[in-house]
């Protein structure tokens, strides 16, 4: 066996290996792969809560509630009663705010109304000092009650 050290037999010039050597790139992603398997579980691991169930019960409308509407045009409604204004809704409201206990505001809007008819009667709650505002809805068609 022996070795050449002069120039080589086909042209004095050396091959070169122009492919990627992927064994380190393999070696590295196993390690962070190895990493990532060890630290989620610690990562999700939580402290054990009861969290509260969802409970929703229909509450029975008290006669001294007041329900107040708005329609799909932004009519507003006291009872059945159509009010001409936002400012006659807050002097109304005011009436009622000062009464020993307080009674709630329970708003039925229209499931086209805009948002904006809607929120000038919170807004005309807040002004006449009426503390608790609750929104009427339906339940969703097929839903049983629990």
Not at 15 to 34: A, E, G
Not at 53 to 59: G, S, Y
Not at 101 to 122: L, W
Not at 126 to 138: C, D, L, N, S, W
Request: net charge negative.
């Amino acid at each position: 066996m022996a070795m050449q050290v002069g120039p080589a037999e086909n042209g004095g010039e050396e091959q070169l290996n122009s492919s990627i050597n992927t064994t380190p790139l393999v070696d590295v992603m196993l390690v962070l792969l190895i990493i990532f398997l060890i630290t989620i579980p610690v990562v999700t691991q939580s402290i054990k809560l009861e969290l509260p169930k969802e409970r929703n019960i229909p509450l029975q409308t008290k006669p001294e509630n007041i329900v107040i509407a708005v329609n799909r045009d932004g009519e507003i409604f006291w009872g059945i009663e159509r009010l001409p204004d936002i400012e006659a809704l807050v002097n109304r409201l005011k009436t009622e705010s000062v009464k020993e206990p307080q009674p709630e505001v329970h708003i039925r809007g229209d499931g086209e109304v805009r948002y904006e008819s809607v929120g000038r009667v919170v807004v005309a709650c807040q002004r006449a000092g009426i503390f608790k505002v609750g929104f009427i809805t339906e339940p969703p068609a097929g839903v049983a009650p629990r």
